[in-house]
């Protein structure tokens, strides 16, 4: 067992315990080989001492015993699975309407926004346009449209943004948890956890 192996075997024997704590254990076991190197050990005879003696302190968890289905629930899922599957796919369906349509106004704002701007940099162009003509009340109420619209439509495209961001969030925790209705990882329901760090 060379080094990598040795750190490897170790960080998973250590996986239940806290990172720091992780992090403490593994250096004083990397100083515990070096110095069993220096007394003469070989890498692999120190490194198998170590071992050993640290899965006594941690034991590998067992894994609990696989459960049977009934001959009766195999009957039931196969025979309810017309409705079952029907009603997952529904389910499914509305689940990316809903989204859908999120998106949509999410969208729909960001287009908005952008229009007013557009919107009000034309009006204030054809104020000018118009002051030059010699129009300069109509200029005016342009400019000021304009510069109206524009305004606006930061606004509005400010309060976008902040919808965009709402929305990927609201997307990534409805993933991740439909993610978790089908794989709960090795200790049960932790995908969020997991995804958080």
């Known amino acids: 067992m060379n080094k990598k192996e040795f750190t490897k075997t ?18 004083f076991y990397e100083e515990m080989l070096a110095d069993r190197m220096e007394e003469g050990m070989t890498e692999a005879e120190a490194a198998e001492s170590i071992i050993l003696s640290a899965r006594e302190e941690f034991p590998a968890e067992e894994l609990p015993a696989k459960r049977r289905m009934s001959g009766l629930t195999i009957a039931l899922l196969v025979l309810g699975s017309p409705i079952w599957i029907a009603l997952g796919v529904v389910f499914f369906a509305v689940l990316i309407s809903l989204f859908a349509a999120l998106w949509a106004v999410v969208i729909s704002i960001f287009a908005v926004g952008i229009a007013l701007m557009i919107g009000g940099l034309g009006g204030m162009v054809l104020g000018a346009m118009h002051i030059f003509r010699g129009r300069a009340g109509t200029g005016l109420a342009f400019i000021g449209a304009g510069l109206l619209c524009t305004g606006l ?6 309060a976008a943004v902040a919808a965009c961001r709402g929305a990927a969030k609201l997307t990534k925790s409805t993933a991740l948890w439909i993610a978790s209705l089908f794989y709960t990882g090795k200790h049960g329901n932790n995908t969020g956890s997991e995804h958080a760090r």
Request: glycine share 4%; aromatic share 0%.
């Open 153 to 158: 439509g930061i606004l509005v495209t400010i």
């Open 10 to 27: 170790l960080t998973k024997l250590l996986k239940d315990l806290p990172r720091a704590e992780r992090r403490d254990r593994l250096a």
